[in-house]
Each structure stands twice: as structure tokens, then as C-alpha cells.
């Protein structure tokens, strides 16, 4: 069985700085991988998405996430974060097992400070 | 622009009293989820319909029921919502998971439960 693991439940950093969102995954089987953005008292967006090919992977919003299969991570990366930016981020893993059900992960809370 | 749409998007229920929540697409997509989303946690499905099948997940409990009249429309119903019943709802829809497994989440209806 799928899981996803984030490994902060929150990230405070300052307005400007990079920032690394941590995920790692398990799967016995070739993988999907995605990132959500959710925004209070809204729904999730997508922000990008792994399905195969180079394994850079740039999204919305000047986000960017990094596929390693040895490593089984999806890290989400941001070289310089804005205000705006502050939101709960969720990733998810699929897989043929799965079908085309989602696993979340706990989802990490960023906090932008100016 | 195609899209998820929830109605309404803030709903408030008293104890025990029936309510129904609506989610339409423009997208015409196979697929449709509910998932409940509790605070500070990660979305948790509760069933989906992939074009007229409908598939539970093993631990939703008997009160959460969902009717797909048509392809555009799913409904949750929730026949005598507890305090325990208070979340967001989220509707999403997927293509046929041959083409894609990504979901397009609409921006949720927060329940409350007095």
C-alpha cells in the first residue's frame, strides 16, 4: 500500500527566503506525485505534478519539486517566497495499485513573515 | 472557464437535521470524489463514482450517502449530521484514469453542525 509522509507539519520562514517543503513517499510500483496548494477556507489547487519524463518538475506560481526515486522524495521548492505564498501545502502519491485514488500526506502549514 | 462549483459554500445544520450538499462540473469528467477535510488535517475520501459506479470507501459510516443523477452533478448527502460532522466537503473530479489520475478539487462547503 501507498503512503506519503511530510515531514513538517509547519514552516515559518521570511518573506524572500527559499524554502524547502519536505515529502517522501512509499510505493512498490511506479508512482504519480503531486502537490496542492490549499488557501483558507478553500480548495485544493494544484500546483504541479510528476508522471514520468525529466524529473524536475516546474509548477504554478514559481514552484518547482524534484522527483528521486532512490530517495523516494518530492520536495517542493521555492527560491524566494512571498506573502501571499501562506497556505497549508499537501502532497500526494497515485499509482497503478491505487488506480487513480490519492494518498494526501499530512500537509505542512508554510507561514510567510514579512 | 471549465470548473468544480460546490453549493453553498457555507452550510449550517442543527443536530440530527437532514442536509444535503451539491457539487456540479463543467469539465465532463468521469470521475467524481467527496472528501471531508477536518481542521488542520489532510482531505480523507468518502466515496466517489467513476461514471455511474459507485465505490464506498470501507470506513465511511451510513450516514454520509451520495447520489450522481447525471454527469455533471454528485450530492452528499448526510442523514443525521453529529457535532462530529462538523469539516469542509470537498467535491473533485478526475478524466478517466486512462488519460489522467490528477484531480480538480471545487472550493468547498464548511459545515456546521449547532
Known amino acids: 500500500a501507498q503512503s506519503v509522509t511530510q515531514l513538517d507539519s509547519q514552516v515559518p520562514v521570511f518573506e524572500e527566503a527559499p524554502v524547502e517543503l519536505r515529502c517522501n513517499y512509499s510505493?512498490?510500483?511506479?508512482?504519480?506525485l503531486f502537490w496542492y496548494v490549499q488557501y483558507p477556507n478553500q480548495g485544493l489547487q494544484l500546483l504541479l505534478k510528476?508522471?514520468?519524463?525529466?524529473?524536475l518538475v516546474k509548477g504554478i506560481n514559481g514552484f518547482e519539486a524534484e522527483f528521486n526515486k532512490s530517495q523516494t522524495s518530492f520536495h517542493l521548492r521555492k527560491p524566494s517566497v512571498h506573502i501571499s505564498d501562506t497556505a497549508e501545502y499537501f502532497c500526494?502519491?497515485?499509482?497503478?495499485?491505487?488506480?487513480?485514488?490519492?494518498?494526501f500526506g499530512g500537509g505542512t502549514r508554510l507561514m510567510v513573515k514579512p | 472557464d471549465a470548473m468544480v462549483i460546490q453549493n453553498p459554500r457555507y452550510q449550517v445544520t442543527q443536530f440530527g437535521k437532514p442536509v444535503t450538499l451539491s457539487c456540479s462540473q463543467t469539465l465532463n469528467h468521469n470521475v467524481m470524489y467527496w472528501y471531508q477535510q477536518k481542521s488542520s488535517q489532510a482531505p480523507k475520501l468518502l466515496f466517489h463514482?467513476?461514471?455511474?459506479?459507485?465505490?464506498n470507501e470501507a470506513d465511511t459510516p451510513d450516514n454520509f450517502q451520495s447520489r450522481r443523477p447525471n454527469t455533471s452533478f454528485c450530492f452528499l448527502d448526510i442523514r443525521s449530521p453529529g457535532l462530529g460532522d462538523a469539516a469542509m466537503y470537498l467535491c473533485?473530479?478526475?478524466?478517466?484514469?486512462?488519460?489522467?489520475?490528477?484531480?480538480?478539487f471545487g472550493p468547498g462547503t464548511r459545515l456546521t453542525v449547532t
Open positions: 500526494a502519491v497515485s499509482d497503478n495499485n491505487a488506480g487513480y485514488m490519492l494518498t
Open positions: 510528476y508522471l514520468s519524463g525529466s524529473t
Open positions: 473533485a473530479t478526475s478524466r478517466d484514469p486512462e488519460i489522467s489520475y490528477e484531480q480538480y
Open positions: 463514482y467513476y461514471d455511474k459506479d459507485f465505490n
Open positions: 510505493s512498490s510500483v511506479s508512482v504519480y
